[in-house]
């Protein structure tokens, strides 16, 4: 049975970098269907869609965070990380990855983690 795990620093400095990592369990990442995502949700707020990973590398990210955005992966650890640039307060939320499903029928999340909060506070 797959399963995602985020993990990372709960505390980070304005101005410095968020990483987080999400470890794969009972599937690979690099198996066809699937995208990698991540998800954020400020408190108080709803959900936001970040960027993803395919499984075969190729990212996306929203265009609000684009330039601020790295999403990458590590085969060999079947992980894949977040890196979010230059974080103000703004950035405080928690923080999930989740797996996407793409098919010809549909295209939707079935998998998440349980979620890790990040503060970004000095």
């Known amino acids: 049975q797959v399963q995602l795990q985020e993990s990372g620093p709960g505390l980070v400095k304005p101005s410095q970098t968020l990483s987080l990592a999400c470890a794969v369990s009972?599937?690979?990442?690099?198996?066809?269907?699937?995208?990698w995502t991540w998800i954020r949700q400020p408190p108080g707020k709803g959900l936001e869609f970040v960027g993803h990973?395919?499984?075969?590398?190729?990212?996306y990210y929203i265009p609000s965070l684009k330039s601020r955005t790295s999403i990458s992966r590590d085969t060999s650890k079947n992980q894949f990380t977040l890196q979010l640039r230059s974080v103000t307060p703004e950035d405080t939320a928690v923080y999930y990855c989740a797996r996407l499903v793409v098919t010809v029928e549909a295209v939707y999340l079935d998998i998440w983690g349980q979620g890790t909060l990040v503060t970004v506070s000095s």
């Open positions: 990973i395919t499984h075969s590398g190729n990212t």
């Open positions: 009972g599937g690979s990442i690099t198996t066809n269907l699937y995208y």
